[in-house]
């Protein structure tokens, strides 16, 4: 596959609520691994936030995007969540959701094209105080 991302700011990410700074400095290191071999791989790199225009344009091209979200608009958790966009209908984006409440009785069939509103999908499509939107566009070599 070939990929893009997309996040909107450069530095280590998901540090808000880490409170161990051995942990913190683990996630550090692994995160500037991340970066060498995305820049090894030759896999670019937006540093900005994406707009629904990039999202839409990438579905509009055949492509599938990861994005990152959070998980309060979801299911109510303040947790960092990614789920796979694939499709466009002209007011929503259909998302594929991993997340399946098993004591809730969910299928995956209640995880897969879910239709979410263009505004509603932008308000999930970010994550903690500083708004970190993340993507990364999947696509066909």
């Known amino acids: 596959l070939a990929a893009e991302i997309f996040v909107s700011f450069y ?3 998901f540090l808000q609520s880490v409170r161990s700074q051995d942990k913190r400095r683990v996630m550090e290191l692994a995160q500037v691994d991340f970066r ?4 090894l791989y030759g896999i670019p790199v937006n540093y900005r936030p994406f707009a629904l ?5 990438a579905l509009a ?3 599938l995007v990861l994005v990152l979200i959070s998980g309060f608009l979801m299911f ?3 947790v960092p969540h990614w789920v796979l966009a694939i499709g466009d209908d002209g007011d ?4 594929h959701d991993p997340w399946v409440e098993d004591e809730r009785q969910e299928t995956i069939l209640d995880a897969a094209n879910i239709p979410v509103p ?3 999908f932008m308000n999930m499509a970010q994550f903690g105080r500083d708004g970190l939107r993340a993507a ?3 696509g066909k070599r």
């Open 11 to 13: 530095g280590a990410l």
């Open 36 to 39: 060498r071999r995305a820049e």
């Open 53 to 57: 225009d990039d999202i839409r344009a």
């Open 61 to 63: 091209g055949g492509k």
């Open 76 to 78: 109510g958790k303040k």
């Open 92 to 95: 929503h984006i259909l998302i």
């Open 118 to 120: 263009y505004g509603i």
């Open 136 to 138: 990364i566009i999947l």
